[in-house]
């Protein structure tokens, strides 16, 4: 009796389809649509078909699951499906799960996407009057929304490393100057840092121009094997690698509850990260830091270990600095929970970004980094 | 069973569950408390059926004088819900308890009322000594801090 070949196993993904419908404040259509026709998308520029899909993964905030959209689009039978949790956290990770459905041989074309109505959809706490679990000890006292816990730790960082204003105000005028060379990019109006200064405070210390935009969006993206990739007619971007982590006692957004206030999620994702890819941050030739707030790029820098601690406000002004958040990024191009972060780090491969970093061999996406996030490394070339 | 909120007008709420209970029956009484290792001694917030440090179940709710330290602070200006309309500006502080525990609050007057300000007049900032106090929201009692 033979017994039967063992299936193989790590073989490489690649993400060979991205698309974004125009991003708006009133996308007039429901997410599910918008999120049919990113889908539709970019397996239209990855040169494939419906009938090749066989997973999808998603966001568990994207409204519609992959077993409505896979009926929507017909897909004849999802061979792996799944969805991660955690707001701007799960982006990284949902493409890490689609990467390691395509490396385990569970599937060969895999679908995510993320469509949101963000802006058209109004604020998510407005309804939530009800506050479960670690939200009773939050809410009540108008610890509502995302930037308000961001504020307290933002606080924190700034008595702790001495941060000014305007080193924050870098980052939002930096970002908006990328944003002004991309067409698809919401907010093209000039940014000066007086403008930045003089912008409204939200939750002390956070101004208006220091948050994310509130947007509609839909983007899909489309991974299959580095073997499929090569018969395809578009520059694949390799997955090299990713990594995830929560840290301890967390709590998203407000993890203030554990023994060491203000260390974020990031800095358990970092050590994965470098393992998993075999990298180091000196490889990294382009970067899109997860933005629903200035303060985390400075400390992203970080805590991917490009600069020391209390260093990210000098480096990323630096020439050591890699390009940063280079279609605008949630602050001034869209704001999709960082979707549109991954498809600009896969454009920098493809060499077609707005803002284009010279000879990308390797582009560094990371998630949310108040949340349980992850982080993923596109590259150029096959491992 | 958890009341209805008024959805035009109302604050949030706590949903209280069977191991939040000892926690908000403690804030109607206007004491705190917060759950202490029945083994290792270790304070933990917030509420868990078990010790995350040593996994014995059963912590023991154990009154605190609720004293302690600005930690970190916001100012709430914006209001997000129009049951905060009247509030703004307001501050929200971290407080680290002497037990080491942090928890979140109002900034309040000695009677317990939400001080309107931005904190510059109090001088609020963080190593700040604070005390208990409890506000009333719409009937439920948030602990909440005083400036010492």
């Known amino acids: 009796m033979t017994r039967p070949a063992r299936v193989a196993r790590h073989r490489q993904a690649a993400v060979v389809g991205i698309h974004a419908l125009p991003f708006s404040k009133n996308i007039g259509m429901t997410e599910r649509h918008a999120g049919a026709l990113a889908i539709l998308g970019a397996l239209a520029d990855a040169g494939l078909t419906v009938k090749d899909v066989d997973a999808m993964y998603r966001f568990v905030w994207e409204n519609t699951t992959e077993m409505e959209m896979a009926r929507i689009l017909g897909v004849e039978n999802l061979r792996a499906f799944g969805e991660v949790d955690y707001g701007g956290g799960a982006g990284a990770p949902t493409i890490a799960h689609a990467a390691l459905a395509i490396e385990n041989s569970l599937a060969d074309v895999v679908v995510t996407w993320r469509a949101r109505n963000r802006s058209s959809g109004g604020r998510p706490w407005v309804s939530q009057l009800h506050a479960v679990g670690q939200d009773q000890f939050e809410r009540p006292y108008h610890i509502v929304r995302p930037v308000d816990g961001m504020a307290l730790h933002t606080r924190f960082w700034i008595e702790k490393y001495g941060w000014k204003p305007e080193d924050l105000g870098r980052v939002a005028v930096k970002q908006r100057e990328h944003a002004r060379r991309n067409p698809a990019a919401l907010m093209q109006k000039p940014m000066t840092m007086d403008d930045y200064l003089s912008s409204r405070l939200i939750a002390d210390p956070l101004r208006l121009f220091d948050c994310c935009l509130e947007t509609d969006a839909a983007i899909g993206m489309v991974l299959t094997t580095a073997e499929r990739a090569a018969d395809l007619n578009i520059t694949p971007a390799y997955v090299t690698g990713f990594g995830m982590g929560s840290g301890p006692q967390m709590t998203a957004m407000t993890f203030y509850y554990g023994a060491e206030l203000g260390i974020t999620p990031s800095r358990y994702v970092a050590p994965e990260l470098w393992k998993n890819t075999a990298l180091t941050p000196k490889d990294i030739d382009v970067v899109q830091f997860y933005d629903a707030f200035t303060p985390q790029i400075p400390l992203g820098f970080e805590e991917y270990g490009f600069c020391a601690e209390g260093e990210g406000p000098a480096f990323l002004q630096s020439s050591a600095s890699p390009l940063y958040n280079t279609s605008g990024g949630g602050l001034s191009e869209a704001y999709v929970h960082g979707f549109n972060l991954l498809v600009e780090g896969v454009r920098q491969v493809r060499g077609t970004s707005t803002t284009q970093a010279p000879n990308v061999r390797h582009s560094l996406v990371t998630s949310g980094n108040v949340v349980p996030t992850g982080a993923i490394v596109f590259s150029k070339e096959p491992w | ?148």
């Open chain 2, 1 to 148: 069973m958890t009341p209805a909120v008024d959805p035009q007008n109302g604050f949030p709420i706590p949903v209280v569950d069977q191991d939040t209970k000892p926690f908000w029956d403690g804030c109607e009484r206007g004491e705190l408390f917060i759950q202490r290792c029945r083994n290792c001694a270790k304070w933990l917030w917030q509420p868990r059926p078990i010790c995350s440090t040593c996994q014995t179940p059963g912590p023991i709710w154990t009154k605190v004088t609720g004293d302690g330290v600005i930690a970190s602070w916001t100012v709430l200006r914006p209001p997000t819900l129009p049951a905060f309309a009247s509030m703004v500006p307001f501050i929200v502080l971290l407080v680290t308890l002497d037990e080491g525990v942090r928890l979140l609050g109002y900034l309040v007057d000695d009677a317990g009322r939400v001080c309107q300000t931005d904190g510059s007049a109090e001088g609020v900032t963080t190593g700040r000594r604070v005390r208990l106090r409890f506000h009333d929201q719409a009937g439920t009692p948030l602990p909440c801090w005083t400036l010492v």
